[in-house]
């Protein structure tokens, strides 16, 4: 079946310590989301893909980066994880996203913890 | 601003009806989105609105009126399995047509 798929499922990393977290999708979809969710908040958007046009948040911080090599795959990095980074990350992707119609797919989302 | 707005828990029992209210200001209206959201999961689609009026998807409808900056999703004959979240999403052609999502509304339902 073509999905949204996240890795890992759970990741802890301690304070400070880079992590990636990765995306992949067998949809073929031209865009590619990266949210943060923490509990019963809404997901907040940090960047966005079409193709390979990459598009940040005015307010995502610094400390938050992403690469996407090519139209299969996508990577957060977090270079230096504060506690306030503890989140579900939902990876999601669109078939032409902007105006149109289209919804989005969602990955089953990496819960980070940081220690 | 922009601002997304959704009853934060509501209870319901099985077997019976349930509408989620959600109002919204936006800069420039593009279209509304329903998601819903199990614990620990990944929100899925349920409906999508553009236009006024009702859009039926089985036990799920969703109504949008534009004028009111206005929906709600009814879900009919309620079952435990639809205990989650359900987000309301509106696109925002001031946000470079991104979605903004509100907060959720968690749905308990009782037998």
């Known amino acids: 079946d073509a999905m949204v798929i996240q890795n890992p499922r759970y990741q802890v990393t301690q304070f400070g310590k880079p992590v990636t977290l990765s995306c992949s999708q067998t949809?073929?979809?031209?865009?590619m989301y990266w949210y943060q969710q923490k509990s019963s908040q809404a997901p907040k958007l940090l960047f966005h893909?079409?193709?390979?046009?990459?598009?940040n948040e005015a307010d995502t911080p610094d400390n938050f980066q992403s690469r996407r090599p090519n139209t299969s795959f996508c990577f957060l990095d977090i270079r230096s994880p504060g506690l306030g980074d503890a989140a579900m990350y939902l990876c999601?992707?669109?078939?032409?996203?902007?105006?149109?119609?289209?919804?989005?797919?969602f990955g089953p989302g990496t819960r980070l913890t940081v220690l | 601003g922009q601002n997304i707005d959704q009853p934060t828990e509501m209870t319901a029992t099985e077997g019976a009806i349930v509408q989620i209210n959600c109002t919204y200001q936006t800069s420039g209206f593009n279209g509304l989105f329903w998601y819903q959201q199990h614990a620990g999961e990944a929100p899925t689609f349920l409906s999508y609105n553009v236009l006024d009026g009702l859009e039926e998807k089985g036990r799920f409808s969703s109504f949008l009126s534009r004028s009111k900056g206005y929906s709600y999703l009814l879900l009919k004959e309620l079952q435990m399995k639809d205990s989650a979240s359900y987000l309301c999403?509106?696109?925002?052609?001031?946000?470079?047509?991104?979605?903004?999502w509100g907060a959720g509304t968690k749905l308990i339902i009782k037998p």
């Open positions: 999403a509106v696109r925002d052609r001031g946000s470079n047509y991104q979605l903004i």
């Open positions: 893909y079409y193709d390979k046009d990459f598009n």
């Open positions: 999601a992707t669109s078939p032409r996203g902007g105006a149109t119609g289209d919804e989005q797919f």
């Open positions: 949809l073929n979809h031209n865009v």
